[in-house]
């Protein structure tokens, strides 16, 4: 299994990113999958959950209404839109397999990308 986060950088507030995770060794389409991320000096925290078709979206109340997670099954790629960036954004961001419920049990998340939010 391997998940292979990218996208992140350094953003202005209000500004935009967006996060891919590349996943391979397993079947993709039949996972739900999950982002979540690490503040410094914070535990994991999770952000947004989707299911095996991309129907179903849930998202942490921190980031409604400002991240987009999707996912293309053909590309066995997981995407998080970030719009309206906070300073409080700040985080290494992990892509999880599992949903909201499940992905910390399953514990398979990469290695990260770094989101940094700063004027």
């Known amino acids: 299994v391997q998940l292979v986060e990218s996208g992140g950088g350094l953003a202005q507030p209000g500004g935009s990113l967006r996060l891919s995770c590349a996943a391979s060794?397993?079947?993709?389409?039949?996972?739900?999958m999950t982002w979540a991320r690490q503040a410094p000096g914070k535990g994991l925290e999770w952000v947004s959950s989707?299911?095996?078709?991309?129907?179903?979206?849930v998202y942490a109340d921190s980031v409604k209404g400002r991240f987009t997670i999707s996912r293309d099954n053909a590309k066995n790629t997981l995407y998080l839109q970030m719009n309206s960036l906070k300073f409080e954004d700040t985080a290494l961001y992990y892509c999880?397999?599992?949903?909201?419920?499940?992905?910390?049990?399953?514990?398979?998340w990469g290695q990260g990308t770094q989101v940094t939010v700063s004027s």
């Open positions: 989707i299911s095996t078709d991309g129907s179903i979206t």
């Open positions: 999880a397999r599992g949903g909201v419920t499940t992905w910390r049990e399953i514990g398979s």
């Open positions: 060794g397993f079947f993709f389409r039949s996972e739900a």
